[in-house]
């Protein structure tokens, strides 16, 4: 009998073209900072979370999901909210610390190394927990809120001018704070059980809501950003510790 020549499995074009995009936003966004244009670096971080956002949307309404896909968006969401936020932070603010003698200069690449690190053990973590973990949550900071904090921080101050060299003994710490978030144990609410379809209703009042964010978006859009990410950030750790002082107040009420 014949030998039949192996299948070669295809891709599907369209949610992987969003996942080829989200990675340029990123390349683009390490090249700009290279460059110091970091503002724009800042920018086309959030643009790539924009399409990482929507890639598996796509694939979710066209039944186009693979695994593929799904090792293709984390390693594009390694180089956009890994290594490019890490190297803005470094571009922008932590390299500076080596004018202050060899040390502090190791202090800033490692600073700017711990962010990226923490992140790439945050996907690897992710994709191996994936089929047991509980969808309306994530365990640690999410990689693209990370870069939010990180990026909104950068693009707030080069908008009132404030140089990153002047920050370089506190960017340091906001590297590796957002880094080890991203591999803590802290719950953070996931919104995917946020309605989307077309039969999913919501209250009015999240209209209100969502107009009043677009106008304050508008209005001032890194420090709005930086703000909701900032709250954001901080909700995993708040409501982590709530929930065991609940769960010990209920264990003492049984014991009662």
């Keep these: 009998m014949p030998v039949r020549a192996p299948r070669h499995r295809g891709i599907y074009l369209l949610p992987n073209l969003f996942t080829t995009g989200a990675m340029f936003a990123g390349f683009y966004a390490i090249i700009a900072s290279i460059s110091g244009f970091y503002a724009d670096a800042a920018v086309a971080v ?24 799904v090792q293709y968006d984390s390693l594009s969401d390694l180089v956009s909210f890994g290594l490019a936020p890490s190297l803005v932070l470094y571009t922008w603010s932590l390299s500076a610390l080596k004018d202050f003698g060899p040390l502090w200069g190791k202090l800033g690449w490692a600073a700017a190394f711990i962010y990226a690190a923490c992140a790439a053990l945050r996907l690897a973590r992710f994709n191996t927990q994936v089929s047991v973990i509980d969808k309306r949550y994530f365990q640690g900071l999410a990689s693209p809120a990370a870069a939010g904090v990180c990026m909104s921080f950068v693009w707030s101050m080069e908008k009132f001018d404030v140089p990153g060299a002047e920050l370089c003994f506190v960017v340091p710490f906001i590297a590796v704070i957002t880094g080890l978030l991203m591999v803590s144990r802290f719950r953070y609410y ?42 954001y950030l901080l909700s995993g750790p708040v409501m982590t510790l ?8 209920r264990g003492r009420r049984g014991n009662a």
């Design 190 to 231: 996931s919104f995917k059980s946020l309605p989307t379809g077309d039969r999913q209703r919501v209250p009015f009042g999240w209209m209100v809501g969502a107009v009043l964010l677009l106008a304050l978006l508008i209005l001032d859009t890194p420090r709005v950003l930086l703000a909701g990410f900032t709250i």
């Design 46 to 69: 959030f643009f790539a979370a924009v399409l990482d956002g929507m890639d598996g949307r796509v694939a979710r309404m066209t039944g186009t999901q693979s695994e593929f896909g």
């Design 242 to 249: 709530w929930g065991l002082a609940e769960h010990r107040r």
